[in-house]
């Protein structure tokens, strides 16, 4: 029997040894809160990742003393209920951190409780800006600020030249606490936002479709919409239903959306064709093509009928968060369960009775410095949340979407990166991949509607004429010449399209005022022409600076003095001047007779002879044929200012008649607007244009003395024929046209009158939706020369 008490003794010592060695062995177990919608495309994958991440964290790291152990609750999209779960979690529980909330608007409540308990309350969902960790100390954000791509957003809009942007975003705190920062980006890049529509979300189909209905009836044409995937999926269902998803249209979803593209139903996804999204940009490794491999082979297995859902962004950041936490927590050493002030009330949601975690601060403390390369990139936490590598831009095409480009925050747009997150080359001035837009097309959506005038007569400031080829309208001109010019100097592309104001039968639709009105309207973004800039037209438009001269003036023909006229020798000196010339002559004899005939026998005899003497002495001195010799001195001087006057009207005389005979003398025939409605003659102007409200209100024409024309060929007719003939006293219109009508008819019309001023050409665009820049401005000095 002693013999069997030894063997009996030792196994038992044995016993006691294994028992004590497997105590020295066991692993501290750290409860941890985790608070998350779990029916939501979010919460069900941040769960499942965050389990692998636990796993894959403790098989490397096996030797650790600390074991998180996961407490879920179902916050069930309820404000409410997740604040209920977490204050249940930290009074109950005593958990030492809280992941979650999921919401951003969710984390407000749950936030202030971990500062009161001071739980670390960690979140990679909650990405509103107006849940700062910098105001409040232990609330930590493992996942981007939605503010970080708002300079990628503004960059976009830039890159396309897009000048005005709608913003459609969520009733939330999500949705409202982006929208300052979005607003002063796009101030930055002059970038208006002139609609702003805030969707609640608990909106029905009825009350979208409203206000989808508002949106287009403002006539914008791109869409910047940053919601949640619930109500952003019913969002493009019925903007496609509304045909806001076809070509001319542009739509930019944030990363909220973006992130969450790949689990949205085949409708969703057919609504948001050609839609260009932001996310930000996960390295590619290889510890991240095994997970993604492992993840659908566990879920295969897990549930084989049920199709697998992709992995998101949400669901890699849940998954660095549980492997950041637990890094965390061996580094911190042993957590001592429990609250400094222990929980006397059994309800819970008795926040008096809330106490105050012995180990948030150190968990806090440790977790703010960890740092690791974590699936979805480098962990790193600056001031309490990550900060961006690089963002990616991806555009939604058929089934699956397609990146056309990057941002960074050094670089700014890119077409490709490598594997670091730095530029590998760009190329293209947009430098961006060629996007497919709404509508299945390549071409540049939201183009400005430019309208131009349809007129006949000549094209040196617009002329549209038609490809006989592709039937579509070539405008050509110094009106398009000099838009094309500005539009080379903008530091931005414009796309634009050329829409001519014209009937079916291809005639002009109607006036100019007619034509600048179609912008209030919103038919047009802006008119390229030769719009003159006129006060009334001012109320509803802005003008540019202009880009031509101004003015109103009259244009009357001519008529040629007789050459041949046989009395053509007398014109060079009016009436007037003939008769004082005569007479000066006579009083000249005059006064050499009365001086020398008493002292020169030459000025004596009969009275007949005397008379003659006077005569025909004052007239020998024009070609110095006198023969009288002169005995006074008196005489001699009135001679020397004779012979001066002489000189001066021979000379002036023979330059007059050798004047009128070699060169063309034209005279208008009218040159006074009075004179011409007084008599009542006819008068023409440029059809279409603001002249003939002119010449009614300023000139107090009567509408049945106007004649409109379209044609310097048809302004000569007119004026040729007269006022006798059926034709006109005299043409009004602006002085650039009436130039040109003179280069061609110089020698038969010419301009006169005052000019009655104007402000001159300029472009026109609408001060409401235009997508014009607001600084650009023609000045004169920008045309030189004649038209």
């Known amino acids: 029997m002693a013999d069997q008490k030894h063997p009996l003794c030792f196994v038992g010592f044995l016993l006691l040894l294994n028992l004590h060695g497997e105590h020295s062995m066991a692993k501290e177990v750290v409860p941890v809160g985790v608070v998350l919608d779990l029916n939501s495309p979010v919460g069900g994958v941040a769960e499942r990742c965050m389990s692998m991440a636990l796993s894959d964290f403790y098989a490397v790291n096996d030797d650790y003393n600390t074991r998180l152990a996961l407490l879920t609750m179902d916050s069930g999209n309820d404000v409410i209920a997740a604040a209920s779960a977490a204050l249940d979690l930290m009074k109950n529980e005593e958990v030492h951190a809280i992941i979650g909330p999921q919401r951003s608007a969710q984390a407000k409540f749950v936030i202030e409780l971990g500062r009161k308990a001071q739980v670390p309350i960690i979140s990679f969902s909650a990405t509103s800006p107006s849940l700062s960790p910098a ?40 949705g409202n606490g982006l929208i300052p920062y979005l607003m002063d980006a796009f101030e930055e890049i002059e970038t208006r936002v002139p609609y702003r529509s805030a969707i609640p979300p608990s909106s029905n189909n009825i009350e979208i479709a409203k206000e989808i209905k508002r949106l287009k009836e403002t006539n914008a044409r791109i869409f910047l919409v940053h919601t949640t995937t619930s109500l952003g999926s019913k969002l493009f269902v019925l903007a496609n239903n509304a045909g806001m998803m076809r070509e001319g249209y542009a ?12 689990p949205l139903g085949p409708k969703v996804k057919e609504s948001m064709q050609g839609v260009l999204g932001l996310r930000p940009y996960i390295p590619r490794s290889k510890q991240l093509e095994d997970f ?25 950041w849940a998954y660095d968060t549980a492997w950041a936490l637990a890094m965390a927590v061996e580094k911190a050493g042993t957590m001592h369960s429990g609250f400094l002030k222990k929980n006397a009330s059994k309800s819970n949601v008795d926040l008096a009775a809330l106490g105050i975690s012995k180990t948030g601060q150190t968990l806090l403390d440790t977790i703010l410095t960890t740092e690791f390369q974590g699936m979805s990139g480098k962990f790193h936490l600056i001031k309490g949340q990550l900060e961006p590598l690089a963002f990616e831009i991806l555009n939604v095409i058929g089934e699956t979407k397609r990146i056309i480009g990057y941002w960074t925050r050094q670089t700014g747009l890119s077409q490709e990166l490598d594997d670091t997150g730095e530029v590998a080359y760009s190329i293209s001035k947009v430098r961006l991949k060629q996007p497919i837009w709404p509508g299945d097309t390549t071409n540049q959506p939201a183009k400005l509607r430019i309208g131009v005038p349809v007129r006949k007569g000549s094209g040196e400031f617009l002329k549209v004429e038609w490809d006989p080829y592709t039937d579509k309208p070539i ?60 006060a009334n ?112 009207l021979t000379q002036s005389y023979t330059a007059s008649l050798a004047s009128m005979l070699t060169v063309q003398r034209l005279q208008p025939t009218f040159v006074d607007v009075k004179e011409i ?33 379209s044609t310097p060929e048809e302004y000569h007719e007119a004026l040729l024929k007269g006022i006798n003939n059926g034709g006109v006293a005299a043409i009004f219109d602006e002085i650039p046209y009436i130039k040109l009508f003179l280069a061609k008819y110089c020698s038969k019309y010419t301009m006169v009158g005052p000019t009655y001023k104007t402000d001159g050409f300029g472009f026109d665009c609408s001060r409401i939706s235009s997508g014009l820049p607001s600084r650009i401005f023609f000045s004169p000095t920008h045309f030189k020369g004649n038209p």
């Open 135 to 174: 105001q409040n100390p232990f609330f930590i954000r493992t996942a981007l600020d939605d503010s970080a791509e708002v300079k990628a957003i503004a960059a976009i809009v830039k890159a396309y030249g897009w000048r005005e942007i709608v913003l459609i975003y969520e009733d939330t705190d999500y």
């Open 251 to 262: 739509w930019i979803i944030t990363e909220g959306l973006s992130a969450l593209v790949d």
């Open 292 to 316: 993604k491999r492992r993840w659908k082979r566990n879920l295969t297995l897990s549930k084989p009928n049920v199709k697998v859902t992709g992995l998101n962004l949400f669901g890699l």
């Open 475 to 534: 405008i050509s001109g110094l009106s398009h010449d000099v838009f094309l010019a500005v539009l080379k100097a903008l530091p931005f592309p414009l796309h634009y399209e050329f829409i001519p104001f014209m009937n079916k039968d291809r005639q002009s639709a109607g006036t100019y005022d007619e034509l600048i009105y179609q912008i209030k309207l919103k038919k047009y973004d802006a008119v390229v022409g030769d719009t003159t800039i006129v």
């Open 537 to 648: 037209r001012s109320l509803y438009v802005d003008f540019t600076l202009p880009y031509s001269e101004s003015g109103v003036s009259m244009v009357v023909l001519v008529k040629e003095e007789e050459k041949n006229n046989f009395w053509i020798f007398l014109k060079p000196l009016s009436l007037d001047m003939w008769l004082t010339t005569g007479a000066a002559f006579v009083i000249t004899g005059l006064v050499i007779w009365v001086l020398e005939h008493r002292i020169n026998s030459e000025f004596r005899g009969p009275p007949d002879q005397q008379l003659g003497m006077i005569f025909w002495f004052s007239f020998s001195t024009m070609v110095f044929a006198h023969r009288e010799r002169m005995v006074s001195n008196w005489s001699r001087f009135v001679m020397i200012i004779w012979f001066f006057v002489v000189l001066i």
């Open 677 to 709: 409605r007084s008599n009542g003659y006819f008068v023409g102007y440029q059809s279409n244009s603001f002249v003939k409200g002119l010449l009614i209100k300023q000139f107090n024409f009567n509408e049945s003395k106007l004649k409109p024309y």
